[in-house]
């Protein structure tokens, strides 16, 4: 009995059950009740979690008084570009990566996921981004006819060049989108887009001196601008395409894999930098307005309509409708991407906020790789919301639009065109389109980044659908009974039981 007992004692010991005076094994005390956390160390750990962020409105904060005390004293233009220069090297760092990390992102992403998810994905996102952009429009509309605010006499300010885009057919637009698509060189797509001109021919008549016509014949030509559609897309292929190859394409996925890591990782170091780019983007930007009083009294009610209407459609239209598909906190999701949405009112350009809001998804909202890798590119280049909601009818020309700063006023010269009216009043929209456009940046990226958040709520919740009908089945399946197994066993059964009765 004594050593029955001693084995029962050792058991228990081997199977964790020591006693409770005895110390724990590799020198770890019993566990004790843990101190309260006083309200310092709450504090403190409050703000090193959030230290970026904090840094980050401070910075705006900070370039909002630097910027309103310098404008007191004369300066001369040279002065002003010395202001906003460390914000022009955060500018230049930003749209270093882009490349690099829409095309490797892409490619990792489309070569990781299945053809049919990556089907799936790509089509949520897209019902996602034109929902949220017809919503956009009609908030638009309305906000016109309550607010109107083409009903006041506006006198233009003399100071204003007529900086105004060029005439262009809409039919030549939607072109230049489609040859965007495919780009002819994959080099110059990185620095060059396509884009229509048009030249004056003369068409001889009968007589070939008196009676001839004029036709405006359209040319193609290069324009400067990163073609980032057509990297889009050909990224995504050229993933499939890898995917297609089996194990032929592992060597070039992994090598795609590795260099978009590495390049999250400058994004990293960026991401430190970038509060103080944004406190002299911001100052500089404030320095170089003028005559702002005359300026926000004639246009007074445009501006209104198009804040208030990127307030509602980015502070209610957008958490409200992340809350109904996935009933989270919308709000807690907005702070987990500040840093990038502070990044795009600060550049003004949802191609350099990318790479921000990208690290921001993964790090603070938990998004996946594949789905923020993949999505967020996408949305960068046909999420406009801010554009189509401030032109009113733009949702069509909005797509594709360029990821640049002032780059929606080319869709706005589309739109005149297309309703008739004279683009040559566009520079009154440019005088105040450094604030216009820096709201309608912060409104795509933010709906870029919920779009995101909503494809990883589908996809967590098909997985888990999934991991349960499988575990329904594992439960179900009882084992098959097959005759051969049933007379086999009966066989051994009486073999034994005559062993039993020889023995």
């Not at 233009?156 to 060189?185: Q, T």
């Not at 499939?240 to 890591?261: C, M, S, T, W, Y």
């Not at 957008?318 to 987990?336: A, H, V």
């Not at 709201?439 to 980044?449: K, P, R, S, W, Y």
């Amino acid at each position: 009995m004594a050593s029955t007992v001693d084995m029962i004692e050792s058991s228990k010991e081997s199977n964790g059950e020591a006693h409770l005076d005895e110390p724990m094994p590799n020198g770890l005390d019993s566990p004790k009740k843990s101190t309260p956390e006083t309200l310092s160390q709450r504090v403190l750990r409050i703000v090193k979690a959030n230290l970026l962020v904090i840094l980050t409105v401070a910075g705006v904060i900070v370039g909002v008084f630097i910027g309103l005390g310098v404008r007191n004293v004369t300066l001369t233009r040279t002065q002003v570009i010395y202001i906003g220069f460390p914000g022009e090297i955060l500018i230049r760092l930003l749209k270093m990566i882009i490349i690099p990390l829409v095309v490797c992102s892409l490619v990792s992403g489309a070569a990781s996921i299945d053809p049919k998810a990556l089907g799936k994905l790509g089509g949520l996102a897209m019902l996602f981004f034109l929902i949220t952009t017809l919503i956009a429009s009609s908030i638009g509309v309305v906000m016109a006819f309550i607010i109107s605010p083409g009903s006041v006499s506006v006198s233009k300010p003399a100071y204003l060049e007529e900086d105004v885009p060029a005439h262009k057919e809409i039919i030549d637009s939607f072109l230049d989108l489609i040859r965007n698509i495919f780009p002819s060189n994959l080099v110059s797509a990185a620095f060059q887009s396509y884009a229509t001109s048009y030249k004056l021919m003369k068409k001889n008549g009968t007589d070939g001196i008196t009676n001839f016509t004029v036709e405006n014949v359209p040319f193609g030509t290069d324009q400067d601008g990163m073609n980032i559609l057509g990297l889009v897309v050909f990224a995504i292929v050229f993933g499939v395409a890898l995917r297609k190859l089996g194990e032929e394409g592992e060597i070039l996925i992994k090598f795609f894999n590795a260099f978009n890591e590495a390049t999250m990782v400058l994004v990293s170091w960026i991401m430190w930098y970038a509060p103080i780019g944004i406190m002299f983007l911001v100052a500089g930007k404030i320095v170089e307005m003028e005559d702002v009083a005359s300026l926000f009294a004639s246009l007074g009610k445009y501006i209104a309509c198009c804040l208030i209407g990127h307030a509602i459609h980015g502070a209610l239209v957008l958490p409200g409708i992340y809350f109904i598909i996935t009933r989270k906190n919308p709000y807690t999701f907005l702070w987990g991407i500040f840093t990038a949405l502070a990044t795009a009112f600060g550049t003004s350009s949802s191609s350099a906020a990318l790479p921000l809001m990208i690290k921001c998804v993964e790090e603070k909202n938990g998004v996946s790789k594949h789905i923020s890798r993949f999505i967020l590119p996408i949305g960068a280049t046909v999420n406009m919301d801010g554009a189509a909601l401030f032109h009113v009818t733009a949702t069509a020309s909005s797509v594709g639009a360029a990821g640049i700063p002032s780059g929606g006023v080319l869709t706005l010269a589309i739109i005149l065109e297309a309703i008739g009216l004279p683009t040559s009043d566009i520079s009154l929209i440019l005088a105040v389109d450094w604030l216009v456009d820096r709201t309608c940046t912060v409104l795509n990226v933010e709906g870029d980044a919920f779009g995101a958040g909503i494809l990883q709520f589908f996809v967590d919740r098909d997985a888990k659908r999934n991991g349960a009908e499988l575990s329904e089945v594992r439960l179900e399946a009882a084992p098959e009974s097959s005759p051969l197994i049933s007379k086999r066993s009966d066989a051994q059964k009486s073999g034994s039981g005559e062993k039993e009765s020889s023995m």
